[in-house]
């Protein structure tokens, strides 16, 4: 490594995934992820033993991610984290080590907005999206349609008023007595399911913006109603069950992107966070591109959900045009975009 060579360690923090990454010039060598098992059985993330297992995580994710670049920790640039938005107690695991590590080697740390940084997960691997398109935002905490202008100047245009719904596919899958996370179940149920077995109501809001609350009240009261007349009924019609109502989550989706994409006249679109994993929500968004003309980018899974990958490529970028952070920065769990 030469003298000018900019060499970024990241951490990710803000939920129940511990990360580490290693990027010189741009280049993500590696992206370590540690994933924690322990809330299965609580049914969804439990935010004080999330971050004890940061704790433990932390410091062997680091290392393999420093062992396994190549490069030494006295040859890093600069140290990136995750500022939020997050799990308090787990941000402040990632931005305590942050600070520390950067002090103890004299260099500057880089706070990262980690909704920014699933969208600068395209430009992690080729082909890279041409400014200014569109990135569907998705996960279990957000749901957004932004703007992107430029690496560092993104507008949210659209997000949902109440859940997200990466929610909405975790709490209708609970309603149908699947374990957590719910999703990715719904999601391979429903390849072998009928899309059009049952209509669960559309939520339209004024604008852009979305809200998935009303689908988990819809699904409740229908099955119901249906136990009530067959207690078997969710056992007898499961796949059909999860393909209609990640067709109806699907659909909600696209129609607010639709007519994002042409209000702003674009012609590239992307998503991003980890919903963007649903294989249905893939296909769908990759027949629409076609029929539409779009380019449409998708990044690889290892970079949809919580990765410091992307915390890497968005440090990268801030790095270059010199935005720092002080010592005295606090983790926030509320970050604006």
Known sequence: MGTNDISILAIESSCDETSASILVNGKVLNNIVATQSVHEK???????????AHQENLIPVIHEAITSSGISKEQLSAVAFTRGPGLMGSLLVGVSFAKSFAKALEI??????????HV??????????????????????HTQLVLVKSH????????????????????????????????????RYAKEGNPKAFN????????????????KTAVLYFLRDQLQEDPQFI???????????????????????????????????????????????????????????????????????DNAGMIAMAAYYKYLKGEFSSMDVTPLAKMKF
Not at 108 to 117: D, K
Not at 120 to 134: N, S, T, V
Not at 262 to 280: D, E, R, T, W
């Open 120 to 141: 600068l997960a395209h430009f992690i691997d080729d082909p890279k999206p041409e400014f200014p398109f569109l990135c569907l935002t998705v996960s279990g905490g």
């Open 152 to 187: 560092l100047e993104m507008e949210v245009v659209g997000e949902t008023q109440d859940d997200a719904v990466g929610e909405a596919f975790d709490k209708t899958a609970k309603l149908l007595g699947l374990p957590y996370p719910g999703g990715p179940l719904i999601d």
């Open 108 to 117: 500057p740390i880089i706070e990262v907005n980690h909704m920014q940084a």
């Open 200 to 215: 669960f109501p559309v939520t339209r809001m004024p604008g852009l913006n979305y809200s998935f609350s009303g689908i």
């Open 235 to 305: 056992e007898k019609n499961l796949p059909d069950l999860c393909a209609s109502i990640q067709a109806t989550l699907i659909e909600m989706l696209l129609i607010k992107l639709k007519e994002a994409m042409k209000h702003y006249q674009l012609k590239s679109v992307a998503i991003a966070g980890g919903v963007s994993a649903n294989s249905g929500l893939r296909l769908a968004l990759s027949e629409l591109s076609r029929r539409k003309g779009w380019n449409l980018f998708v990044p690889k899974f290892e970079y949809c959900t």
């Open 42 to 52: 609580y049914g969804g993330v439990v935010p004080e033993l999330a971050s004890r």
